[in-house]
């Protein structure tokens, strides 16, 4: 079975702060998403990453794949308040029917 | 920007009765599926849908739970006999590509809250 571990769940620091928050697994996947959700609404898409390796940038959101596609992070620089939400990082398997299986995400508090 | 769209936005109802929740997905996606998110909990898997029949299935999607693609928009969930730990939170997705491409992100809806009493 699949499982996708975020650590850390709750994170609560001053804006200005930079922080990272990681998505590990012990399987193989062909990409990882990273979603952001509101209280009250579904998640949305921030970013996949594809490639081992691979880094992207979304302003201050860092995103990285890691070389052997099973763990992934999010860094945040100089966060604001408007990051506050739910961070869902979530795996497609390398098989054709595999589902996306999600996180349990990292609830992430920006104090003003 | 298109977007998935479910109502009801909440519904209530008692334990035993059947409830349906509604969706409409994007138009042009091919694959669709049910998730869903118990209050505090990760958001888990129900259901996948391709061509008009159930591609996969969670251990969660058992006899009490069926979906319709009754015409070319709406999909919907049926639970025939709604528990109290049916309560949750369920979230609709689309999206266009083949798992495995790297190119399928989900879009979800905006979630039906599932109040059972």
């Known amino acids: 079975t699949q499982l996708l571990e975020q650590s850390p769940q709750f994170l609560s620091i001053q804006e200005g702060e930079n922080l990272t928050v990681y998505c590990n697994s012990s399987s193989v996947f062909s990409s990882l998403q990273w979603y952001r959700q509101e209280p009250g609404e579904g998640p949305v898409l921030l970013v996949t990453?594809?490639?081992?390796?691979e880094v992207k940038k979304l302003k201050r959101l860092t995103f990285q794949f890691g070389d052997a596609r099973k763990d992934s992070s999010l860094h945040i620089t100089a966060a604001q308040p408007g990051d506050t939400g739910l961070y869902l990082c979530?795996?497609?398997?390398?098989?054709?029917?595999?589902?996306?299986?999600f996180g349990k995400g990292t609830r992430l508090h920006i104090l003003p | 920007e298109p977007e998935v769209t479910q109502t009801p936005s909440h519904q209530v109802t008692q334990m035993g009765q059947e409830v349906i929740l509604r969706c409409v997905p994007i138009s042009n996606h091919l694959y669709f599926y049910w998730y869903r998110q118990i209050l505090g909990q990760k958001v888990e898997f129900l259901v996948s849908?391709?061509?008009?029949?159930?591609?996969?299935k969670s251990e969660i999607f058992d006899d009490q739970f069926s979906v319709e693609r009754p015409d070319g928009s709406n999909f919907t969930l049926k639970i025939r006999s709604t528990k109290l730990e049916d309560s949750a939170m369920y979230f609709c997705?689309?999206?266009?590509?083949?798992?495995?491409?790297?190119?399928?992100?989900?879009?979800f809806g905006n979630g039906t809250r599932l109040t059972v009493t």
């Open positions: 997705a689309s999206n266009l590509a083949i798992n495995g491409a790297g190119n399928s992100p989900l879009h």
């Open positions: 979530a795996g497609e398997g390398m098989n054709r029917d595999d589902k996306i299986i």
């Open positions: 849908f391709y061509n008009n029949e159930i591609s996969e």
């Open positions: 990453v594809v490639t081992g390796g």
